[in-house]
């Protein structure tokens, strides 16, 4: 086979590895499936009497769900740190240096594993909301741009997770990155209107990257008007993923040539 083809039947593979290591973990497949349900779930029924969404004049659990689906797909993107970092430590990388593999493929294959699992689990989020009163207005083309986004958010995440868990040396280091990433929602337009705030936490929140990704999120939901949200979402996360991949490449490569 030729290099190109052979790369990408290594990807399949270690793909299908981190897929089927995710089903054989009981705990692990189950906290994927129920977090979702339970963060929706308490957001609407404990928090929602008691917040107001301020100007957007919304119900709370729409306003909400965007918030709720980042929280869900960005924390399961986030523990790709925690699943590299044992390959790193574990001895696998070991393994994988007696096999004619393509190196890049190691940690892509755990960024394309963790863009499967998190858009069924940002699916099942986004059932829990309907099954509690959520009912989104989106067009055939708008739920597509939907898509597209929650994937261009969990590739970012997943990208910047690998190289958490490049830069550290144990999975419980590891395993800190998914507590930044599930409270950077907290501190955006997502949860609370940015309005609402006091002055330095509202300036952070309002020019934070993820509440450009919850407004155009809201927005296409409800088709409610968009404004500079789209470009502003689209600028970090083909950023972030840009600069991720060479970042992830160089610190790859000096933890496997010692």
Avoid: K
Avoid at 6 to 26: G, I, M, N, S
Avoid at 101 to 115: D, E, N, R, Y
Avoid at 151 to 156: G, R, V
């Amino acid at each position: 086979m030729s290099a190109p083809l052979t790369a990408v039947a290594d990807l399949r593979r270690l793909v299908t590895r981190d897929l089927r290591r995710e089903l054989r973990t009981p705990d692990s497949l189950i906290v994927n499936i129920a977090l979702p349900v339970i963060i929706m779930v308490l957001f609407v029924y404990v928090f929602g009497g008691a917040i107001t969404t301020g100007s957007s004049g919304l119900d709370y659990i729409d306003f909400v769900v965007p918030a709720v689906l980042l929280m869900s797909c960005g924390y399961g993107s986030a523990l790709t740190a925690v699943a590299i970092a044992d390959d790193m430590t574990g001895g696998m990388i070991d393994r994988f240096r007696t096999l004619p593999i393509s190196g890049w493929t190691v940690p892509a294959g755990h960024v394309v594993a963790s863009m499967a699992r998190n858009v069924v689990a940002s699916a099942i989020a986004l059932a829990a909301a309907v099954a509690l009163g959520f009912r989104p207005s989106a067009s055939l083309a708008e739920w597509a741009l939907v898509l597209a986004l929650v994937a261009a958010y969990i590739l970012a995440m997943s990208s910047l997770a690998v190289i958490w868990g490049l830069a550290v040396r144990s999975t419980q280091a590891a395993g800190a990155f998914s507590f930044v990433v599930l409270f950077l929602p907290y501190l955006s337009n997502g949860v609370v209107p940015a309005e609402t705030m006091p002055p330095v936490l509202r300036a952070f929140a309002t020019h934070q990257p993820v509440t450009s990704v919850v407004d155009t999120l809201r927005a296409l939901l409800l088709d409610l008007p968009m404004g500079s949200s789209a470009a502003v979402a689209a600028a970090w996360l083909g950023g972030a993923v840009a600069v991720s991949i060479p970042i992830a490449a160089v610190l790859f490569r000096r933890r496997t040539a010692r």
